[in-house]
T-cell receptor, first 112, second 116 residues
Framework: AQSVTQLGSHVSVSEGALVLLRCNYS??????LFWYVQYPNQGLQLLLK??????LVKGINGFEAEFKKSETSFHLTKPSAHMSDAAEYFC??????????FGTGTSLTVIP | GAGVSQSPSNKVTEKGKDVELRCDPI?????LYWYRQSLGQGLEFLIY????????KSGLPSDRFSAERTGGSVSTLTIQRTQQEDSAVYLC??????????????FGPGTRLTVL
């Protein structure tokens, strides 16, 4: 079975600082990996996804994530945090592309 | 609208009552998913529909939960004899379901269910 672990349910960064949200997964096969963002009072939207090919994936709003098979990780980063990045972030994994397993989420606070 | 819609947005019910939650996916999307998001928890997979295939019901937590998808479009999630632990936000998502890997899921705004 698949599972996803997001270390840190709450992360606070200063505006302009590096954002690093951690995601580790377990999968018996090469996985598909995703990051979703949920802004306050809005639905989830896809930030980026890894399926095959280049392990560094670029998403919307300046976010990127790197698939590291040896570490079973898919951490999300952004070089410089903006106030508008404050939201809940979810990492997800799928092996078949049919059933998806989500982490418990990380709430990002950006301090002015 | 162009996105996934869900109704009602909020539902308050009494323990033991049945509830129906509705999801209208994006037109043309063949795949439809239901998830449950409880406070402090991640998204819990409930059920997956793909075209005319038999649904993947492996995530349904008990036989009080059921879902159907009529005409390959609108889906209804039914919870019978609701319990307080059923209180959560129920999310629906749809995707194009194209072969060759997972297609992007588009999520609805959710239905917040409160069981008193």
């Amino acid at each position: 079975a698949q599972s996803v672990t997001q270390l840190g349910s709450h992360v606070s960064v200063s505006e302009g600082a590096l954002v690093l949200l951690r995601c580790n997964y377990s999968s018996s096969v090469p996985p598909y990996l995703f990051w979703y963002v949920q802004y306050p009072n809005q639905g989830l939207q896809l930030l980026l996804k890894y399926t095959t090919g280049a392990t560094l994936v670029k998403g919307i709003n300046g976010f990127e994530a790197e698939f590291k098979k040896s570490e079973t990780s898919f951490h999300l980063t952004k070089p410089s945090a903006h106030m508008s990045d404050a939201a809940e972030y979810f990492c997800a994994v799928s092996d078949t592309g049919n059933q998806f397993y989500f982490g418990t989420g990380t709430s990002l606070t950006v301090i002015p | 609208g162009a996105g996934v819609s869900q109704s009602p947005s909020n539902k308050v019910t009494e323990k033991g009552k049945d509830v129906e939650l509705r999801c209208d996916p994006i037109s043309g999307h063949t795949a439809l998913y239901w998830y449950r998001q409880s406070l402090g928890q991640g998204l819990e997979f409930l059920i997956y529909f793909q075209g005319n295939s038999a649904p993947d019901k492996s995530g349904l937590p008990s036989d009080r939960f059921s879902a159907e998808r009529t005409g390959g479009s609108v889906s209804t999630l039914t919870i019978q004899r609701t319990q307080q632990e059923d209180s959560a936000v129920y999310l629906c998502a749809s995707s194009s379901g194209l072969a060759g890997g997972p297609s992007t899921q588009y999520f609805g705004p959710g239905t917040r269910l409160t069981v008193l």
